[in-house]
């Protein structure tokens, strides 16, 4: 039976293959949801790396000329 979602298959170390599984366990849940889970998380971190990145560097090139009053902004 065709699936509307795509599929990956994964190679695991024995160490994270049973960590994998106790969380399933635990969750009462699949090892694949669980590694779907984990995926978007790990995904969402980078993310958020990024954007961490992007602020830090928008200000380090602030200047003060540029910058405008708590007023200004909102009024």
Known sequence: MPTKNARVNVVM?????????????KEGTSMSMV????VKEAIELREDIELVKIAEQRE???TRTKKLSHKDTWG
């Open 60 to 62: 380090r090139s602030l």
């Open 35 to 38: 590694v779907r889970d984990l």
């Open 13 to 25: 170390e024995k160490p994270l293959y049973t960590a994998v599984s106790g969380l399933a366990k």
